[in-house]
């Protein structure tokens, strides 16, 4: 228990009375933590700490791994500025030895800087220096750790751009077109295309892949064991989902993702109805915090790969990567999502990355500036490409089959998008199709069985989904469409018992997400039976 005398020796405290001490003693929390522990994590709500014993690293984030910036002695105390500025916590604490700490709560701390000018002033003052010092920081550091040198319309380059995006890796884009003056000097003369500087000095060239950079960045792509309890295949937030909570109650987690983590919902300028999050969240943003979450769980994360095959064996299926790497696992969650619908239009494939593309992730916006962009489809994703990209294009015109948005999107989204002025909305049309000699420069439309061409540069398709289950076992039941049966939707099981909720027709194989049969298509209820998924594998690994 914290003793008031014990406060007196630290500077901040003694500003205090010794009335003040003895109440603030009776009522601040005390911890006591070990060598490697975490005091508080980068991102989480802040709390106030003072150091009485033991020593302490302070680390940051900032454009890569996780850094030391600083150590803390008794006396130090952390957690002010947060507080102040009504943020998350900006940096990490862990213990470098065992080590005792004072914490109070938010109120707890501005009732300590109300009953003290003296105290205070100590605490603006030490706030003050660490600003500048981060400033000072952030200015002979640069957090940029890529470079990407290539067209808008290189589908390697873009596939890039979105991989760095949705892992939250700092870079900057050159379009080597449109700017040759900004391509770096120093570059070697075989490097024509499109490629990449990683840090300033690691230099990646055609054939351009992810992986290759994602390999270069020092992201893991192989699995480090060779059993697993649960593969997740999928990095979607019902995917996520099953790796935070099954890393969480203990499994052994392996989660294979082919791209990058967040899936469709991870390409949403602005989730504004999931719960917890009253001002909105950016897609890739929940999907970089699930992620962050569900590795300090302990989940492994293998991206850039594939999975092949799924084989039963006796102590449970066999995972087969491209790439030849092999897992054996108890259960599986499939959580694949969703393939975006193909347009069916003349000229659709050859200008498809040309100006036409599937989605709209976020880091088109800078090719959509002053330009005008159409979107088909009427969902809410769709909305929300419509009312980010109307901050950069000239012009945003939402082109919908239907008779208007009231049975596809939900209303907040009408109402916004009926607030912006460069957004126009035309229902009952169609594309017929899209022209343009190297890029997309016209689309044909057909509105009221009235055909017209209208100038046209950038083209986003949203309409709808399709599961693409084609390689998975046959014994995996599926709709006419694709999509996995689950649970009552099977016609077989082969055993005794009845299938959980969301399990397959193969025991032990569990489905989550968009790619399940009637499944809800919202992320709220992807993480719901993400979550589930796990809570069924405890008691099918308990049978």
């Known amino acids: 228990m914290i003793q008031a005398n014990e406060l007196e020796k630290i500077p901040l405290f003694r500003c205090l009375s010794e009335p003040q001490r003895q109440r603030l003693a009776a009522n601040v929390a005390e911890l006591n933590v070990q060598a490697g522990e975490w005091i508080i994590r980068e991102g989480e709500t802040p709390s106030f700490y003072v150091l009485l014993e033991g020593a302490l690293d302070l680390e940051k984030e900032y454009g890569g791994p996780s850094r030391v910036r600083g150590q803390y002695k008794p006396g130090d105390f ?22 005792r700490l004072v914490r109070l709560d938010r109120n707890q701390f501005k009732e300590l800087i109300d009953s003290s000018t003296e105290c205070a002033n100590l605490v603006v003052q030490t706030m003050t220096k660490r ?19 290539g067209s808008q319309f290189s589908d390697d380059c873009r596939d890039i751009r979105s991989f760095l995006a949705l892992n939250r890796i700092p870079y900057e884009w050159v379009d080597g077109e449109r700017e040759p003056d900004r391509i770096p000097v120093s570059r070697p003369p075989e490097f024509t295309g499109s490629f990449v500087i990683i840090d300033k ?56 993702e082919r791209s990058a983590t967040g899936g469709q919902a991870g390409t949403s300028s602005r989730i504004e109805n999931y719960l917890g999050f009253p001002s909105g969240i950016s897609g890739d943003e929940l999907a970089s915090r ?37 897992v054996d696992t108890k259960t599986v969650v499939l959580a694949t999502g969703v393939q975006w619908r193909r347009l069916q239009a003349e000229g659709i494939e050859r200008l498809t990355g040309k100006g036409v593309l599937y989605g709209a992730a976020r880091t088109e916006a800078p090719t959509v500036v002053g330009k005008n962009v159409f979107i088909v489809g009427g969902g809410n994703s769709a909305g929300q490409a419509a009312m ?11 082109l919908v089959r239907g008779e208007g948005l009231e049975s596809s999107m939900s209303q907040y989204l009408i109402t916004q998008l009926a607030q912006r002025a460069n957004i126009r909305l035309e229902n009952h049309t169609q594309v017929q199709s899209v022209d343009g000699a190297n890029s997309l420069q016209t689309i044909r439309i057909t509105r009221d069985g009235i055909t017209s061409q209208r100038n046209a540069d950038a083209l986003f398709i949203m309409i709808g989904a399709d599961a693409d289950t084609r390689w998975l076992p046959d014994q995996i039941e599926r709709d006419a469409n694709g999509f996995i049966c689950t649970g009552r939707d099977l016609s077989t099981f082969p055993s005794d018992r009845s299938p959980y909720s969301l399990e397959t027709a193969l025991p032990g194989i569990f489905c989550a997400g968009d790619v399940r049969h009637d499944s809800i298509k919202r992320v709220s209820s992807a993480v719901g039976e993400g979550s589930m998924a796990i809570a069924f594998i405890h008691q099918f690994l308990a049978c």
């Open 290 to 326: 699930a992620l962050k979450q569900a590795t300090r769980f302990g989940s492994e994360m293998v991206m850039t790969r594939s999975v092949e095959t799924i084989s039963s064996i006796p102590s449970g299926y066999v995972v087969e990567l491209d790439g030849g790497s092999r």
């Open 201 to 256: 000095s690691t230099l990646v060239g055609g054939p351009l892949t992810v992986r290759k950079v994602a390999e270069a960045l020092g992201i893991s792509t192989k699995p480090s064991r060779t059993k697993y309890d649960v593969v997740v295949i999928g990095g979607g937030p019902a995917g996520l989902a099953s790796a935070l909570y099954g890393a969480s109650e203990g499994l052994n987690v392996l989660l294979v």
């Open 78 to 99: 952390y957690g002010e500025t947060p507080i102040l500025l009504d943020a998350p916590t900006i940096a990490s604490l862990r213990a470098t030895e065992p080590s």
């Open 131 to 149: 600003l500048t010092s981060m400033r000072e920081y952030m200015r002979e550091n640069n957090p940029l750790r890529v470079l990407v040198v």
């Open 388 to 398: 980010y990209f109307s901050s950069y294009a000239t012009s945003v015109t939402m």
